[in-house]
């Protein structure tokens, strides 16, 4: 298990943008999915989007076409790069990360997403 710290988060308008990071700690972090999850209140998390160690890219039908994620794995770092934001993007984005197939499984402490005019 390692170290995530998300960053990035904040308050802006419908059709703003924000880009989000997460920074795993140490060096030499091999990683086999890292990615985002997010969660409103009152509402189930839910997958937002994930990249593997090979650059396989999985993203939620609801934010294809507005998010992108990246990696820089020099930097152990991911990103989510958010565009044309709606109210309904608004919630906490928790950045994980997979060390194996199976596991073990690390998560961010999160980064508040509000959405609002």
Known sequence: QVQLVESGGGLVQPGGSLRLSCAASGSGVSFYVMGWYRQAPGKQRELVASITRND????????KGRFTISRDSAK??????MSSL??????????????????PRSWGQ?????VSS
């Open 110 to 114: 999160g980064t508040q997403v509000t």
């Open 56 to 63: 396989r890219i999985n993203a939620a039908d609801s934010v």
């Open 86 to 103: 709606k109210s309904e993007d608004t919630a906490v984005y928790y950045c994980y990360a997979d060390l194996g197939l199976i596991g």
């Open 76 to 81: 152990n770092t991911i990103y989510l790069q």
